[in-house]
């Protein structure tokens, strides 16, 4: 089946970095959706992209939908510890009537004060 | 503000027992989801309903049942618990298709 390709897996850095992950695919997407989860909570969205080339912005966070519809990423400027958390990508399949969410596994980010 | 909101939050079975998970969301959305997430899996869609009145497999609804019961609610039912069942549930809703899904804050559920 489809798969979403995130990377990378996991980060530890020091506050104040930034940060780059991103989602890759060998399927072209309709739609991409960065969420954030926190431990204990449910995933949370953060920053949806509609149109290939989109680069949009949530605070500190910038994603960009990548011109061959297959690709996005998201960078987290200055971090914080409350930046903390797993951050996953998603995308959006759409073929008639027919949608379908595939999600990446996830980038676990820690942030040492 | 309630949103997507999930009952119980925590619970422990004994294989082979019975359970419902309920979830309703106040937000007037036409979709909703169950997802179970376990380490190293990410989220894996187990059922979904796309509007009030359907309901349809996704990637894995074996040992599973649901039901839409209204357009508020959509429940997901264990009906002989098994160890690999083991997770934790995730119900989402969203206002078209699979777009922009907003989650319940989770059941953790243990089947020993």
């Known amino acids: 089946g489809q798969q979403l390709n995130q990377s990378p897996q996991s980060m530890f850095i020091q506050e104040g970095e930034d940060v780059s992950m991103n989602c890759t695919s060998s399927?072209?997407?309709?739609?991409w959706l960065w969420y954030k989860q926190d431990p204990g909570e449910g995933p949370v969205l953060l920053i949806a992209?509609?149109?290939a080339g989109e680069l949009t912005s949530n605070g500190r966070l910038t994603a960009q939908f990548g011109i061959t519809r297959k690709d996005s990423f998201l960078n987290i400027s200055a971090s914080i510890p409350s930046d903390v958390g797993i951050y996953f990508c998603?995308?959006?399949?759409?073929?008639?009537?027919?949608?379908?969410?595939?999600w990446g596994l996830g980038t676990s980010l820690a942030v040492n004060p | 503000n309630a949103g997507v909101t999930q009952t119980p939050k925590f619970q422990v079975l004994k294989t082979g027992q019975s359970m419902t998970l309920q979830c309703a969301q106040d937000m007037n959305h036409n979709s909703m989801y169950w997802y179970r997430q376990d380490p190293g899996m990410g989220l894996r869609l187990i059922y979904y309903s796309a509007s009030e009145g359907t309901t349809d497999k996704g990637e894995v609804p074996n040992g599973y049942n649901v039901s839409r019961l209204n357009k508020r609610e959509f429940s997901l039912r264990l009906e002989s618990a098994a160890p690999s069942q083991t997770s934790v549930y995730f119900c989402a809703s969203s206002g078209q298709g699979h777009t922009e899904a907003f989650f319940g804050q989770g059941t953790r559920l243990t089947v020993v």
């Open positions: 992209l509609y149109k």
């Open positions: 399927s072209i997407f309709n739609t």
């Open positions: 998603a995308g959006l399949l759409r073929a008639g009537n027919n949608r379908k969410l595939i």
